[in-house]
T-cell receptor, first 113, second 114 residues
Framework: QQQVKQSPQSLIVQKGGISIINCAYE??????FPWYQQFPGKGPALLIA?????SEKKEGRFTISFNKSAKQFSLHIMDSQPGDSATYFC????????????FGAGTRLFVKA | DAGVTQSPTHLIKTRGQQVTLRCSPK?????VSWYQQALGQGPQFIFQ???????QRGNFPDRFSGHQFPNYSSELNVNALLLGDSALYLC?????????????FGPGTRLLVL
């Protein structure tokens, strides 16, 4: 019930294409859904986040789509660039004390030039 | 403005030894969380410290313990190291007094247990 399932495990996209990463969760107590980007040798960096009362959030080339009834959310990267090549993690955080964040297993994205 | 810093960057230990990892939160942040990231996996929540107390804990054995100091910095201690403890240990800080959601991660400490 605490898991966040992420797919695909890896993704290869042509430059200029759209990268799509999907996540699903079970625990309805989750109330905050961030996406993190991690480059080799670095810690994860917050990319974009959404709350369940919103169905979509867009920041630049990055968009989160959220389906509360299906308990699914996805990250779309428009006009993907080689510099976007990294590992992406979806995550979910509960609304009880401590705000523990549960991460998906990650998606390794490679954008071909 | 310094972000989250961690030390050391790399560490090699042998089974059965003990290790202490250190974290300084981003300026203005009072909450520190620790995560373990095994190779090719997502970060796993170990515990979180706020007001010098452990506020929440993940599914980790008591060999993992921590501490938060009055200046909000934190330590992670692991006793009786196992080979399976080899991982990247990440510290994340946030501000409990304001917008709690944004966690800023440090670069991590890579621990290798031989």
């Amino acid at each position: 019930q605490q898991q966040v399932k992420q797919s695909p495990q890896s993704l290869i996209v042509q430059k200029g294409g759209i990268s799509i990463i999907n996540c699903a969760y079970e625990n309805t107590a989750f109330d905050y859904f961030p996406w993190y980007q991690q480059f080799p040798g670095k810690g994860p960096a917050l990319l974009i986040a959404i709350r369940p009362d919103v169905s979509e959030k867009k920041e630049g080339r990055f968009t989160i789509s959220f389906n509360k009834s299906a308990k699914q959310f996805s990250l779309h990267i428009m006009d993907s660039q080689p510099g976007d090549s990294a590992t992406y993690f979806c995550a979910a955080r509960g609304n009880t004390g401590g705000f523990k964040t549960i991460f998906g297993a990650g998606t390794r994205l490679f954008v071909k030039a | 403005d310094a972000g989250v810093t961690q030390s050391p960057t790399h560490l090699i230990k042998t089974r059965g030894q003990q290790v202490t990892l250190r974290c300084s939160p981003k300026s203005g942040h009072d909450t520190v969380s620790w995560y373990q990231q095994a190779l090719g996996q997502g970060p796993q929540f170990i515990f979180q410290y706020y007001e010098e107390e452990e506020r929440q804990r993940g599914n980790f054995p008591d060999r993992f313990s921590g501490h938060q100091f009055p200046n909000y910095s934190s330590e992670l201690n692991v006793n009786a190291l196992l080979l399976g403890d080899s991982a990247l240990y990440l510290c994340a800080s946030s501000d409990n007094r304001g917008i709690q959601e944004t966690q800023y991660f440090g670069p991590g400490t890579r621990l290798l247990v031989l």
